[in-house]
């Protein structure tokens, strides 16, 4: 494994190399300083959307060399010492069969002494069906009606109602496997156990390890439905879960500068540290997030594992999902902004870079947008956006790109390709730009609005296909600059346009996936529905 890890590690560092020499070049030698203030407009906000995505993708090759060190093994603790436990499964509209399903896992966890563990319905709709659901599984009922707080009031209310130490959330459709519990709470046990001799050993009382101060254990987010992606492409089989890169990869690695992200769900959480912070907060549409970072701010550890233990439901409809990313963006940078955790001086400096990263991320999609236009600038409307010999390409950009290219599929693993990674940035970039744009000018949408993850049996295909306008329009204009521009070229002068050529139509093979996805949605999903609960 050493070997292994050694050699990924080289490789992330000659890349680094390779594409910081790149982006030298190209600041230095290719933007086009005398070609006209509209070149140079364009000319820099390609330079920057390079830049970025080359910064984000550092951050995480530095994180992926580090995270092995900041692994912390859970402890094997007598049964005595295990803490009672809130279970809060948090509702607002969901129906009782879903919960049903939730509830009835939620009893079904291990624990040493199972009275200790204390489960929760906190219904911020107040309905006679969910008290009676609680009744039915001799389980608490937290009713809160006309609830201005959305989820955090409903959670604080919660917690204002019960005791324990340690508190468990889940949303409404996530159902825990058995061992859900005995995974996650010995991690706050870690500050009284040391392990000598293969054995864990209770600590003296005077040795406290107070760097164990574990405010939130995080497992990872799974789905128990294929997402859209998995049933609209037919590949169930060869993709994982869209979201799985960040639940699986980027939050474990976060352990590395400590800025896990509390996904809202599947956590355990410390009380002593939410009621530090003053519970969830409010003014956030992404209250779990924000929670995460203000217990960090408090010196709090955030932990994330990488073992499945909890599995829910994941949106399936086109447009429930573009929603729930609107609405991750939105309150992403919100907390970002209230907390002001790229420059606070109460997190570490990697932390920091962590959350500059995340504010970023949000970027992308702009940047998406540039790198499919550019060529189009060049190609159809002889924009010259780089200036730039074919050799010199060849010489500072392919051994780089390379390079990069066999870097992220390191850096991912089995979960996510950088090639899918763009055909996913490339659905939600229309949608994503302005939400993005307005919250960073503080522009903030503080409504909240539960995710939808049922289908609409009334929307209609004509509906879907306008989901696909922008994408339709881009694959145009991609095709007619490629047109116009391989027109009269034969042998040495289709070489030299290589680069273009290749890049309009890597662009294009994205674009061409969006459409299929987006207007293709009502009967592929249909008819995927009906092949799962077959298998079912």
Same mark, same amino acid.
């Given at each position: 494994?050493?070997?292994?890890?050694?050699?990924?590690? &080289?490789?992330?560092?000659?890349?680094?190399?390779?594409?910081?020499?790149y982006l030298i070049w190209r600041l230095v030698f290719t933007l086009p300083y005398h070609q006209g203030t509209a070149n140079m407009i364009f000319g820099i906000l390609l330079y920057t959307a390079e830049a970025v995505t080359v910064f984000t993708t550092f951050e995480l090759f530095y994180q992926k060399?580090?995270?092995?060190?900041?692994?912390?093994?859970?402890?094997?603790? $007598? +049964?005595? @010492?295990? $803490? /009672?436990?809130?279970?809060?499964?948090?509702?607002?509209?969901?129906?009782?069969?879903?919960?049903?399903?939730?509830?009835?896992?939620?009893?079904?966890?291990?624990?040493?002494?199972?009275?200790?563990?204390?489960?929760?319905?906190? %219904?911020?709709?107040?309905? *006679?069906?969910?008290?009676? &659901? +609680?009744?039915?599984?001799?389980?608490?009922?937290?009713?809160? #009606?006309?609830?201005?707080?959305?989820?955090?009031?409903?959670?604080?209310?919660?917690?204002?109602?019960?005791?324990?130490?340690?508190?468990?959330?889940?949303? #409404? /459709?996530?159902?825990?496997?058995?061992?859900?519990?005995?995974?996650?709470?010995?991690?706050?046990?870690?500050?009284?156990?040391?392990?000598?001799?293969? /054995?864990?050993?209770?600590?003296?009382?005077?040795?406290?390890?107070?760097?164990?101060?574990?405010?939130?254990?995080?497992?990872? =987010?799974?789905? @128990?439905?294929?997402?859209?992606?998995?049933?609209?492409?037919?590949? *169930?089989?060869?993709? $994982?879960?869209?979201?799985?890169?960040?639940?699986?990869?980027?939050?474990?690695?976060?352990?590395?500068?400590?800025?896990?992200?509390?996904?809202?769900?599947?956590?355990?959480?410390?009380?002593? +540290?939410?009621?530090?912070?003053?519970?969830?907060?409010?003014?956030?549409?992404?209250?779990?997030?924000?929670?995460?970072?203000?217990? =960090?701010?408090?010196?709090?550890?955030?932990?994330?594992?990488?073992?499945?233990? #909890?599995?829910?439901?994941?949106?399936?409809?086109?447009?429930?999902?573009?929603?729930?990313?609107?609405?991750?963006?939105?309150?992403?940078?919100?907390?970002?902004?209230?907390?002001? #955790?790229?420059?606070?001086?109460?997190?570490? &400096?990697?932390?920091?870079?962590?959350?500059?990263?995340?504010? &970023?991320?949000?970027?992308?999609?702009?940047?998406?947008?540039?790198?499919?236009?550019?060529?189009?600038?060049?190609?159809?409307?002889?924009?010259?956006?780089?200036?730039?010999?074919?050799?010199?390409?060849?010489?500072?950009?392919?051994?780089? @790109?390379?390079?990069?290219?066999?870097?992220?599929?390191?850096?991912?693993?089995?979960?996510?390709?950088?090639? !899918?990674?763009?055909?996913? /940035?490339?659905?939600?970039?229309? @949608?994503?730009?302005? $939400?993005?744009?307005?919250?960073?000018l503080h522009i903030h949408q503080r409504k909240f609005k539960v995710t939808n993850k049922k289908r609409n049996q009334n929307e209609s295909r004509f509906g879907y296909i306008l989901y696909a306008i922008p994408h339709i329009i881009l694959l145009i204009l991609s095709a007619a600059a490629m047109i116009?521009?391989?027109?009269?070229?034969?042998?040495?002068?289709?070489?030299?346009?290589?680069?273009?050529?290749? !890049?309009?139509?890597?662009?294009?093979?994205?674009?061409?996936? +969006?459409?299929?996805?987006?207007?293709?949605? %009502?009967?592929?999903?249909?008819?995927?529905?009906?092949?799962?609960?077959?298998?079912?």
């Amino acid at each position: 494994m050493r070997r292994v890890d050694s050699k990924r590690n &080289l490789l992330f560092i000659v890349t680094i190399i390779l594409m910081s020499i790149y982006l030298i070049w190209r600041l230095v030698f290719t933007l086009p300083y005398h070609q006209g203030t509209a070149n140079m407009i364009f000319g820099i906000l390609l330079y920057t959307a390079e830049a970025v995505t080359v910064f984000t993708t550092f951050e995480l090759f530095y994180q992926k060399m580090r995270m092995n060190r900041y692994h912390l093994e859970c402890p094997e603790v $007598p +049964a005595e @010492y295990y $803490p /009672d436990v809130d279970v809060f499964i948090a509702t607002h509209n969901e129906p009782a069969d879903i919960l049903y399903k939730t509830v009835n896992a939620c009893t079904f966890m291990e624990y040493p002494d199972k009275n200790k563990v204390h489960i929760y319905l906190c %219904d911020d709709g107040n309905r *006679e069906e969910i008290a009676k &659901l +609680a009744e039915e599984f001799q389980i608490g009922y937290l009713g809160l #009606a006309n609830n201005k707080h959305a989820k955090s009031g409903n959670l604080n209310h919660a917690l204002s109602r019960t005791n324990s130490p340690l508190i468990a959330t889940f949303d #409404a /459709d996530m159902i825990p496997q058995r061992t859900f519990l005995m995974k996650t709470v010995p991690y706050f046990l870690l500050s009284r156990f040391k392990k000598e001799d293969g /054995d864990w050993k209770l600590r003296a009382e005077g040795e406290i390890d107070k760097k164990f101060r574990m405010g939130i254990v995080q497992t990872p =987010q799974s789905f @128990y439905n294929p997402d859209l992606f998995q049933f609209n492409l037919y590949a *169930e089989g060869n993709i $994982p879960n869209e979201q799985d890169f960040f639940s699986k990869e980027v939050n474990i690695m976060r352990n590395s500068s400590n800025a896990v992200a509390y996904t809202g769900s599947n956590t355990v959480i410390s009380r002593e +540290a939410l009621e530090e912070i003053g519970g969830f907060p409010y003014n956030t549409i992404t209250e779990d997030f924000e929670t995460s970072i203000r217990i =960090q701010k408090a010196g709090y550890i955030t932990y994330a594992t990488d073992e499945i233990q #909890a599995a829910g439901l994941t949106t399936t409809t086109v447009k429930s999902m573009l929603k729930q990313r609107v609405r991750w963006a939105r309150g992403v940078i919100q907390s970002l902004q209230n907390t002001k #955790a790229i420059v606070t001086k109460k997190l570490s &400096l990697p932390a920091r870079i962590t959350y500059l990263n995340s504010f &970023l991320y949000w970027w992308s999609f702009f940047n998406r947008l540039i790198f499919i236009l550019s060529p189009i600038l060049f190609a159809l409307f002889d924009f010259k956006i780089v200036n730039s010999g074919f050799w010199d390409v060849i010489v500072f950009w392919l051994p780089a @790109y390379i390079f990069y290219s066999t870097s992220m599929r390191y850096l991912s693993g089995n979960i996510r390709n950088q090639r !899918w990674s763009q055909v996913i /940035d490339t659905i939600f970039m229309p @949608y994503l730009i302005i $939400p993005v744009i307005l919250e960073t000018l503080h522009i903030h949408q503080r409504k909240f609005k539960v995710t939808n993850k049922k289908r609409n049996q009334n929307e209609s295909r004509f509906g879907y296909i306008l989901y696909a306008i922008p994408h339709i329009i881009l694959l145009i204009l991609s095709a007619a600059a490629m047109i116009r521009f391989v027109n009269g070229k034969y042998g040495w002068a289709l070489l030299y346009s290589s680069v273009i050529i290749f !890049w309009i139509a890597y662009n294009m093979v994205a674009l061409f996936y +969006a459409i299929f996805f987006l207007c293709l949605e %009502d009967q592929l999903t249909e008819n995927r529905n009906v092949l799962w609960q077959m298998k079912k």
